[in-house]
Structures are given as C-alpha cells and as structure tokens.
C-alpha cells in the first residue's frame, strides 16, 4: 500500500539550531516527493519537490531535502531554525499518474525556542 | 492573481444539515482538489478533477459531492452533515498532474454538531 510516514509528530529546536524532519515513503513506483508547510491558520505552502536528478534539493527559506530510495527516505533539512520557522511541516508523495493525487504524511509540529 | 479561494473561512452545522463549500481559482489550473484535515492525520483526498465535467473519488469521499461545471470552481458538497464531518478542508488546485505544485487555498473550517 502507498503510504507516507513522518516519525516525529512533534519537535523542538533553539532557534539557530540545526534541523531534520523525517519523512519514510512507500511507494510501487518511481516517487514524486514533496514537502509542504502549513503556517497556523493558513493553507499549504510548497518548500521543495523531488522527482528526478540530484537527490539532494533546495527549496525556499533555506530549507533542502535528500532523497534516498535505498532507504525511502525524503528528509528536511535546515542548517539554522528562525523564530518564523515554526509551523507544521507535512511530506507528501505522488506518481506519473495523470491524476496528481498526493499522500500526505499526518504532519510534524515544528517549535521553536528562542 | 488571488490563486486558490476559498468561502467561508468558518461555519457551524446542525446534524443532517446541508452545504456547499465554495472554491475558486484564477490559475486556469485544470487540475482541482478537495482535502480534509484531522488533527495528527494529515490530509485525505475527496475528490478531485482533471477537468471541467470530470470528477474522480479519492480517499475519503462517503458523504460528499462536488461537481465542476468550469475550469475556476469546484464546489464542496456536505449532504446530511454528520459529527465526523467535523473538520478543516483545504481546495487546492494544479497546472497538470504529477510533478506539478498544488497550490492550496486557506481552508474551511466546519464544526457540525
């Protein structure tokens, strides 16, 4: 079954800390993976995809990911969390399908510690 | 462009009640969707549309409609609301499928009780 896993529900870091929110996929086929935040009370904002070439990418606000099919693993990371950082980030995987549908991971709280 | 719009940003149901939640975009995106969002679950699909007069189930559909007469709107449709209904629901919409972003309007929030 398809499906995305995001370990941690909740995490906090000291601000100019360093950052990596988990992400664990299961996917038949090849994957498009995507990480999502959601500051409160407003609706999803994409900070990165991943559906080919370099495994490693960068998004907005500082933030990259690393793909890793050995391990279906699609992690977060931020070398120094800001203050704004804070929010619930959610991992998402889609296919070639000419659908688009995304499944999303139940999210992770990030909060941050001044 | 205001992007992905959604009305209203808040209501309360009565058990059995009936609604429709309104979503608009200005992408001339083809590509439409409805999630829900439960605390600690992230998003389910309901339904979502490749294009005009096209709608497809996903994940969590039993209670809902939508229809989606033109490319801007895709509304959301509560028959009979129950407790469980009781959620945030989130439209977003896409330029194709795939790789592309979903762009996500601000949400409904819906209490039925």
């Known amino acids: 079954a398809q499906s995305v896993t995001q370990p941690d529900i909740h995490i906090t870091v000291s601000e100019g800390a360093s950052l990596e929110l988990r992400c664990n996929y299961s996917y038949g086929a090849t994957p498009y993976l995507f990480w999502y935040v959601q500051s409160p009370g407003q609706g999803l904002q994409l900070l990165l995809k991943?559906?080919?070439?370099?495994?490693l990418v960068q998004g907005i606000k500082g933030f990259e990911a690393e793909f890793k099919r050995s391990q279906s693993s699609f992690n977060l990371r931020k070398p120094s969390v800001h203050w704004s950082d804070a929010a619930e980030y959610f991992c998402?995987?889609?296919?070639?399908?000419?659908?688009?549908?995304?499944?999303f991971g139940q999210g992770t709280t990030l909060q941050v510690k001044p | 462009n205001a992007g992905v719009t959604q009305t209203p940003k808040f209501r309360i149901l009565k058990i059995g009640q009936s609604m429709t939640l309104q979503c608009t975009q200005d992408m001339n995106h083809n590509y439409m969707y409805w999630y829900r969002q439960d605390p600690g679950m992230g998003l389910k699909l309901i339904y979502y549309s490749v294009g005009a007069g096209i709608t497809d189930k996903g994940e969590v559909p039993n209670g809902y409609n939508v229809s989606r007469s033109t490319t801007e709107d895709f509304p959301l449709r509560l028959e009979l609301a129950a407790p469980s209904q009781t959620s945030v629901y989130f439209c977003a919409s896409s330029s194709t499928s795939g790789k592309e972003t979903q762009y996500f309007g601000p949400g409904t929030r819906l209490l039925v009780l």
């Open positions: 998402a995987v889609g296919g070639s399908s000419n659908t688009g549908k995304l499944i």
């Open positions: 991943y559906f080919s070439g370099d495994t």
